[in-house]
């Protein structure tokens, strides 16, 4: 089965959120899963502004014609730089004029008003860098929106190529709030033809879910919500009609790349035989934001893009209450600024107990991993989140809604001591994260560090491997997908 993905993100190439971990780890993932898979799979990428070409890599370069409604004579010269990732075969869409810009998805403006007509030219490029290099594909992996045109191009324009239309596609849903909607007359761009669509445009990420023979979301419990018209988004009709070709399977994580034991962004290493490097990291972080390094008080860390998705107005709401209990709060969001005002607010009534940044940043995120005694996840809704997977990795308990894939990976102390892992609340109140942060505080402030050990414990021992179950899972849904293409080719 030779295999593709086509996605917006993939780690740590480009990546905003746990869409770029997914790619970069499942792609890697499913070529180490004996038979799997034919040759490494190939990750088609944009070439966004400052995606570096590795040096030492050996990079074939094709250039490629590829239709694009946009273009002056309806064709766009691309680049494809071809490289060794790690485990799998990245294959970078190089066109300037699409990609080379300050955001990849858009800039302090908004969204690029040209989104639809640069991801639609990504999934093109896939599709004719195949077909320039004769070489038929069994199955692409579609991830999000952004290569849901690929869907509507194999149906459309590729039905009857012997190169790449009898390829079986597989969509991955890893968040359902963002659909890549086309109004009418910006659906010139995908390169379809005009009547394509509804009245108004085109739900790209509907279209996808119609047209893949198998559809997936990344966690069991997601999965099941999604159905409902609470938590559809307005596509639950669609996926409630795909049956049991839409299912759920959990996240996985890359422990090679979340490790307490390696990880070079960190004061000191550690790891769950011995914690010490863990109050080294502490002690760093706490000195890194402006706090003083030996204050005993909880620190409670935050990561996430900003998104009304993640509850940073919950932090916002609960951050007094927090403080007042006695914690600390080390926040760090990247996306819309706007949503850290609230928090900005308490952080200047109590300077030097809340520290609020406002950037990405892969070394602080580890470093807030690492050093927090606890970790805020109060999400909305969750398709699987990797930050909770992360922080028990490190060592550092949970506190998490209890909705998708959080309530999926995070086992709860209060309701089940023996195997608790973090602490889950049910309302998405600041008074309900308060609530549960203070049930936290009880047993890591307790005389007896018997109860906490245990819960740091047992979240640092729960295997995540992708190999162990998420991949073989993704494997089997690959080859169903290719078998319902076939049956219906040959039907
Ligand atoms: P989502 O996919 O909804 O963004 P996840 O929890 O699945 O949420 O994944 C988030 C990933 O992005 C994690 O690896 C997290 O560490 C990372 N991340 C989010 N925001 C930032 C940031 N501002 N700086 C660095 N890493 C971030």
Redesign the pocket.
Known sequence: MQVLFVAAECEPWA?????G?VVDALARALGRIPGAVDGPVEVFLPRYRGVPIPSRAAVDVLEIRVPDPMAPGGVSNVTVRSFDADGYRLRLVDHPAAFDRAGFYGDSAGDYPDNPRRFALLGRAALETRRAERRPVDLIAIHDWHACPVALQRDLHYAHDLVVGGAAISLTI??LAYHGWTPRDQVVQLGLGTTAGDAWGIDLLGEGIRRAETVNTVSPTYAREVLQPTAGMGLDGDLVARGDRFTGILNGLDQEIWDPATDAALAAPYDAMSLAGKAACRADLLARVGFDPTDPSAVLGV???LDP?KGFDLVAGAARRLVEDGARLVV???GDASLLEGIRAEATRSPGRIAVLE????E??RRIYAGADLFLMPSRFEP????QM?AMRYGTPPVARRTGGLADTIVDLGVNPAAGTGFLFDHATPEALAAAVERALRVFTAADRGPWQGLVARGMAVDWTWESSSAPLYAAQFRRAVALRLARTLG
């Open positions: 990546k905003t959120g746990g869409l971990d890893h968040n990561i996430g893009r998705q760090l969001g990247s950037r990405f940043d892969r602080l995120s699987c989140g990797q930050g992360i």
